[in-house]
């Protein structure tokens, strides 16, 4: 249930979930999620599943789901979660949030550069934040791969992990593999349903 603007949070609501919540935490996201896309994705997940806003399993629908719209996916992704916590305010709390400290440190930074962007002093600490995107890269990679292979151990996830690998290297376009996802999904629901007896009863 979305907080209204200016009410107290209705009863039975956990606290923490409010619009108010969903920027604060979105800009603090924003304002330490420094190397690009990957960064975000890491620091997304680490803060929705530390105040159980959405389950790993929600997390990785998120990530596909950014990802079938055009657009920046991040973007997309973070409107996903701010709906998810708390409808419309929340999906706008979430963007404005993540976007604020964005725009204001790159407006800040493109001035930073047009300075020293000549100085040798300059491509050292360049070189190190291009490390640290790729840091960030192949830790998400892991986290994402550990939550995908955990839904199933024994047969499915690893399975579908091997084929979407194998599809994408002898496919070579994102675009046709995402499709192919799609339409195994839809022709074959059962091959990915994560669900197990205990969780039906």
């Known amino acids: 249930m979305a907080v209204a603007l200016g009410r107290r949070r209705p009863a039975g609501q956990p606290a923490g979930r409010g619009w108010l919540a ?8 924003g304002s330490t999620a ?5 960064a975000t994705i890491l620091a997304l997940r680490q803060l929705v599943l530390r105040r159980g806003w959405l389950t790993e399993q929600e997390f990785v629908d998120t990530v596909v ?5 055009p657009g920046i996916a991040i973007l997309a992704q973070v409107l996903l979660i701010g709906k998810r916590v708390c409808g419309i305010r929340g999906a706008i709390a979430a963007l404005v949030g993540l976007m604020l400290p964005a725009v204001t440190i ?5 001035r930073l550069y047009g300075l020293v962007s ?13 490390g640290m995107a790729a ?3 192949i830790a998400l990679v892991l986290h994402l791969l550990r939550d995908t292979l955990a839904r199933d151990r024994r047969f499915r996830g690893p399975l579908t992990f091997a084929v979407y ?13 995402l499709l192919a996802a799609i339409a195994a999904g839809a022709a074959v629901p059962a091959l990915f349903d994560t669900r197990t007896p205990d969780d039906e009863s």
Request: proline share 6%; charged share 5%; aromatic share 6%.
């Open 135 to 137: 840091g960030f890269a």
């Open 106 to 110: 790159t407006i800040g930074l493109a």
């Open 22 to 29: 969903v920027f604060l935490s979105l800009l603090r996201v």
């Open 34 to 38: 420094f190397g690009g896309g990957s």
């Open 118 to 130: 000549g100085s040798p002093v300059a491509a050292a600490p360049l070189r190190g934040v291009a």
């Open 65 to 69: 789901l950014s990802r079938m719209t």
């Open 165 to 177: 690998l194998g599809a994408a290297l002898l496919i070579g376009n994102p675009l046709v593999v």
